[in-house]
């Protein structure tokens, strides 16, 4: 058995482990395997709990190991960082629960927020540097750390409820559509739920990063004076978040960079 | 061939979470501390600045766990763009990982997986560290992990893989006096063997963890204290060795900061003594 056989066989025991590919190893390695398999289960197991302890809290934690190990299963790691490790739990907890949504929704909160506490920094925009704009060039330049996603139910109620050891409410439905967005402003990571305009705004956004753009979209579905009026306050409001992380017009004067 | 890593000879501690209030608020009395690199190869926020500040008091050791240096795949060209970002933003005293595989066929086990040490492993992880050593323009640091599983087929003892490792590429080694004690009591070979057999001028750290008692097995678990064994252990290594970084590791069940520090004063005591005995 050569390296690569070795390691392919290791990997074999330890995704879908059987007595006759731990019997490659000689009878006196059936004890040390057992330790490795479940040092990688355990690890696993770890990673979820540490990425989703409010997924955790609202399920349970039996009927959260058993969506752990569910996802094990299907999911063998393959990411250099552990952190990595959990990134479509949401799917797996769909496919497991699929009439909760809000589960599904909950869990990309918790995914997301992790993420956005690592993600590049930025630096403060402050509002001088609207003066003197070219607004008919100017880029808005998000956040890296924005993550987005349609909101259908109130799972930013029941992630806010469990964090903050409050009574969890209900899960429910939206009566409207609209968006999460997570961010980050200094070190800490920001939720909000916002109106499908706005959520529509931002979406465009990353597409388009042109503030003529924002303001057409906007007057397309507001009018023209709402329209208008809108694009500027959400500008404000997305600096003072710290979501717009810089305005380009392609002068040296506008860009932080 | 690298420069040669840097001699060292104070003691520190595994900086972990619990305790970033403690380094940042106040004077923790370490000569250095070691933090996990991986922890800290993100893009962004608190950790990277966390790190930054301690470093600005303290020299830093980045301790790898996801190099798998004993990959019969190679190395990840990503992992180690990432790991010389940071070790370009951090210049460190070390730069280390373990003589360990984890990744095969895009599967990643994120465990430290035993390497046979045979002479084709020897001559693929020697391989793979000239390619690491050149991606970050240092010579690295391997330590000996703690196996559970030893292979039929080795054609010669760990501590002989581990020296004719570093006379061929130039890496420094990490003694783990932990993992020696755990893989010995393992495997059943003498640990003073295994001391007497690592060239000691390749010695650069060693780290003291605890372990815990299964049945039939030791497990490295980092999560007690250093027992009396290791201890003892570490003695006979200073002796052997001379003066040379130390450090306690502890991952989890993690007490208060002075149970650590008591223990990286015990490592000094131990050191010391060892000291005068190889004086006299």
Known sequence: ?257 | MHTPPPTFSGFGLGLRKEHYRDFLDTDVPVDFVEVISENFMVDGGQPRDILRRVREKHPVALHGVSMSIGSSDGLDLHYLARLRSLVDDVQPLFVSDHLSWSRVAGFNSHDLLPVPYTDEALDLVCRNIDMAQDALGRAMLFENPSSYVAFDDASMSEWAFLAEMSRRTGCGLLLDVNNVYVSACNHGFDPHAFLRGIPADRVRQVHLAGHSVGPGILIDTHDQPVCDDVWSLYGTAMSLLGPVATMIERDDDMPPLAELMAEVDMARDIATVSARREVA
Not at chain 1, 214 to 225: F, K, T
């Open chain 1, 1 to 257: 058995m050569n390296l690569a056989e070795l390691q392919r066989n290791f990997r074999s025991w330890l995704v879908a482990p059987d007595d006759a590919i731990a019997g490659v190893f000689g009878a006196h390695a059936a004890q040390g395997l057992l330790v490795y398999q479940n040092n990688y289960r355990a690890q696993l197991i770890g990673c979820l709990e540490v990425s989703y302890p409010q997924v955790r809290r609202w399920l349970g934690d039996d009927a959260f190991r058993e969506a752990a190990i569910s996802h094990i299963v299907g999911h063998p790691p393959h990411a250099w960082t552990l952190d990595h490790y959990g990134s479509d739990f949401a799917d797996t907890l769909l496919s497991l629960y699929p009439r909760n949504p809000d589960l599904r929704e909950l869990a990309w909160i918790e995914w997301s927020l992790s993420e956005a506490f690592v993600a590049a920094d930025t630096r403060a925009l402050s509002r001088d540097v609207l003066a003197g704009v070219d607004w008919d060039r100017a880029c808005l330049r998000l956040t890296p750390s924005l993550r987005l996603l349609p909101a259908t139910t109130n799972a930013d109620q029941i992630w806010f409820a469990l964090d903050n050891d409050m009574t969890v409410p209900q899960g429910a439905m939206l009566d409207a559509p609209g968006g999460f967005a997570v961010w980050r402003k200094g070190f800490h990571s920001q939720l909000d739920r916002v109106d499908a305009t706005t959520f529509d705004a931002l979406c465009s956004l990353r597409d388009d990063a042109t503030f003529a753009s924002l303001c057409d979209r906007l007057v397309d579905r507001l009018g023209e004076d709402e329209g208008v009026r809108r694009a500027g306050m959400l500008l404000a409001q997305w600096m003072d978040a710290g979501i717009v992380a810089d305005i380009d017009d392609g002068s040296d004067e506008t860009s932080m960079d």
